[in-house]
């Protein structure tokens, strides 16, 4: 399928581990798109994947059809409900979800998160494009070549189930002098996966995930210690490893003078949670992993999947 040189329409409903979101938005054949500001909404679930509470998940479900029948209102070319590592915790309980919702495997959710990389990429044009996904539980690293309209010969996918951001920042909070040398016998580990990505030709490496959208706000985009981190700026950001050395040696010696100051430096608003140390330690695991790819300058990104997801669908090549 191809766009015959017009936008299309796309109707989503994602549900996710933490909550459920519902948009319209309209796609090109380059990856650009808009969202429909009057055809959109979430609804945080709070349960549990491991432990499902029976009467939230029933919440849930009554929620996605509420979103099911406002996206049925509207007109739109193509139309996806689809939900991730929650609906697939639930199938394997027996919960089974509506029947218009698709449960995705964790191949198909890599998919989409290169595709949300993709459309963030400098160029977009035909080559090969690697995506780096820190998430909370793994890091995932997914490879495709783009031909100009479509993805070619498949994908390929590596998941590096022990440098999640969660795991990470709680290893940097114990010792951060001594993160480095704990993280690099856990990266050998998975050195055989990281090389099938090596760039190799016309290459380029996206980043994704909060470490790397506040790493790219304060070092290209923070006027000053005021100015509250808005990752939509980061979007598209290129960032060297070098850069990305210098901000985190800076705030390293400022954290070991007063650890309140570079708190607040990092994020003021943020300063009682976890984010410095996900943030640092996110930095270290995205500077290595980027090198043993052999790359010295990368692009961040904003989206999420589910806005991969859309492209995908817009492109046909989910349906």
């Known amino acids: 399928m191809t766009f015959q040189n017009r936008s299309k329409s796309v109707g989503l409903i994602e549900i996710g581990s933490k909550s459920v979101r519902y948009m319209v938005a309209t796609f090109d054949q380059a990856g650009a798109f808009r969202i429909d500001p009057r055809a959109k909404d979430s609804f945080v679930h709070d349960i549990d994947v491991d432990n499902p509470d029976e009467t939230k998940v029933a919440k849930l479900w009554s929620k996605v059809e509420e979103f099911n029948e406002a996206l049925a209102k509207i007109r739109c070319d193509q139309v996806l409900i689809y939900g991730t590592e929650l609906c697939r915790r639930l199938e394997k309980r027996g919960q089974r979800p509506p029947s218009f919702v698709s449960v995705f495997s964790g191949e198909q959710e890599a998919v989409g998160a290169w595709a949300a990389g993709f459309m963030s990429a400098q160029y977009r044009s035909s080559g090969r494009y690697t ?111 070098k850069e990305i050395a210098d901000y985190y040696f800076k705030m390293d010696s400022i954290y070991k003078k007063d650890p309140e100051r570079a708190r607040y430096m990092l994020d003021r608003r943020a300063v009682t949670t976890n984010h410095y140390e996900e943030v640092m330690s996110g930095a270290i695991i995205l500077m290595l992993i980027s090198i043993r790819l052999g790359h010295q300058q990368v692009t961040v990104s904003v989206n999420s999947t589910r806005y991969g997801m859309g492209f995908l669908v817009a492109l046909g090549l989910i349906r």
Request: proline letters at 2%; zero cysteines.
């Open 131 to 241: 995506i780096v996904d820190q998430g909370g539980g793994s890091t995932e690293i997914v490879s495709a070549m783009w031909t100009g309209r479509t993805i070619a010969g498949g994908h390929s996918h590596e998941s590096l189930d022990d440098l999640g951001s969660a795991k990470m920042a709680a290893l940097y909070a114990r010792n951060s002098d001594k993160f480095s040398t704990f993280v690099r016998p856990l990266l050998e580990k998975y050195d055989a996966k990281i090389k099938l990505h090596e760039a190799n030709g016309k290459t380029e490496l996206v980043l994704l995930g909060t470490a790397a959208t506040k790493l790219a706000f304060n070092i290209k985009h923070k006027r000053n210690d005021e100015d509250d981190y808005r990752p939509h700026d980061t979007d598209k950001t290129r960032l060297s490893i």
